[in-house]
């Protein structure tokens, strides 16, 4: 074992502290050997990442009343506080949000002439069993699906996707049945 010119040398570690490191020649190549941290990093801290787990997560209750919003601008505020977006600890492979209650869903409007001209489409399952429905004929029959349809579109297609739509509340008049979760209002 033959030790090179400058045993000793401070370096910056993967942590962004100084390490004295050891550099011994074993053959084919040097192996590097470390002693500690340097002068002036003792007591220091190292900086760690907040990681969240599934059960840390504290959902609150929202309440947005729909009466005389626009419906994309609606359904991207309510996607964002469904999906976790606005909270801190946001990570992208868990459900961080929160829960949204929708009401007066039948008081949405849209701007132009989207309300003549937008079409839903769903399909039976069978062939040729493609539907279809205009917005106006939609918001009269059940005013709730044009909501849940604009804001889970919105989402991730994925299972993670689908649970976070799960918390997803949409009701045609300004009654609810979430007083006991104390919702604030949005």
Wanted: glycine share 12%; aromatic share 6%; net charge positive.
């Amino acid at each position: 074992m033959r030790v090179l010119r400058r045993p000793h040398r401070i370096a910056q570690g993967l942590l962004g502290c100084a390490l004295r490191i050891a550099i011994w020649d074993f053959g084919p190549g040097p192996a590097v050997v470390c002693s500690g941290a340097g002068p002036g990093f003792e007591g220091r801290r190292e900086m760690g990442t907040f990681v969240p787990s599934g059960k840390e997560i504290d959902r609150k209750w929202y309440v947005v009343d729909a009466s005389g919003q626009t419906l994309g601008r609606l359904a991207t505020r309510a996607a964002n506080i469904l999906s976790g977006k606005l909270n801190p600890r946001y990570v992208p492979y868990l459900d961080t949000g929160d829960h949204v209650i929708v009401i007066n869903a039948e008081k949405v409007r849209l701007t132009g002439l989207k309300a003549d001209k937008k079409q839903y489409r769903r399909y039976t399952g069978f062939p040729g069993g493609l539907r279809e429905e205009s917005f106006t004929r939609l918001i009269n029959r059940r005013p709730e699906k044009v909501l849940e349809e604009a804001i889970k579109g919105m989402l991730p297609k994925t299972k993670l996707g689908r649970s976070m739509g799960s918390k997803l509340k949409v009701y045609r008049g300004d009654r609810h049945p979430h007083q006991a979760q104390q919702p604030v209002a949005l």
